[in-house]
């Protein structure tokens, strides 16, 4: 199903924080092969902080059924607001799924009261400020905030963490593992799945919990654990984890689990009678479009070209 995805972008509104939020919903739609997410883009005129000019489509005028409604704000509290916006987003929010806050676009919803009795992130007012001004909102010190069906988060690039978490709560977590991979390697310039090192005797030997956490990865194929809870059963942060894996192993966990689990399935591939669809699901991948293309980046074949081999 195609979520859509309203994006109400407030007058000064961060553009950093809009393409942060945004860039991981386009990214999984490119890396499903699919379109998971439709974004429809509101706003009240004027411009970004940046001073690029914002869409003028009020909420009121849009009779989309949205799943998810985001408010993009800026780095301060956002001024000369239409004084109906207020019953305009209670109105429209009760009818949506999901209601987020971006940046200061946290602070309308605090004001229109949609978050009272919600831990949140808000941004925008001095912490002080915030106490007093929205007693009914249970203030996060997180740089993003999930509380059931509300979405907060500070500016910049809290808005990509947040929205890939959420992505990954939506659509599973080899997902959200998938696209942070996708960002870490447009950062720092990495090709797309590394073969990876082989994890010797010597280094099992001086690197015990290093040894331990390869070693849970080939235990839970199907059920794919998350890199915190890697960390946790070997008793690392999960900072010192990565620094390990970099350091011997020259890679990230995520991308040397990826690999083991798409190792495996190549193996089942070509040497099973297992559907791909069983396949998929033995080697921890909720989404057959997604396993096909993770595998097809990989190995350079989708899984049903592979078999034909």
Known sequence: MTLNVGLLLLPGASALSYAAAVEPLQACNRLLGENSFALRH??????????????????????????????????????GLPADLTQTLVDRCNA??????LASGSLVLADAGLLDGYRATLHGLPAPELRQRYSGVRLADDVFCVDRNRLTCRGATAAQDLMIWTIGRELGRDVAEALAQWFVRERVGEPELGAGAELDQATRSEQPALAEAVDLMFANIEEPLSGDDIAGHVNLSRRQLERLFRKYLDTVPSRYYLKIRLDKARELVRSSGLSLTDIAMACGFSSGAHFSTTYR??????PSEDREV
Do not use: Q
């Open 42 to 79: 509101l706003g009240l005129g004027a411009a970004f902080s940046s001073g690029l000019p914002l869409p003028e489509t009020p909420l009121g005028d849009c009779l989309d059924n949205f799943h998810w409604l985001l408010v993009v704000g800026g780095h301060a509290p956002c001024r």
């Open 96 to 101: 949506v799924p999901v209601v987020g806050g």
């Open 297 to 302: 980046n990989a190995f350079g074949l989708t």
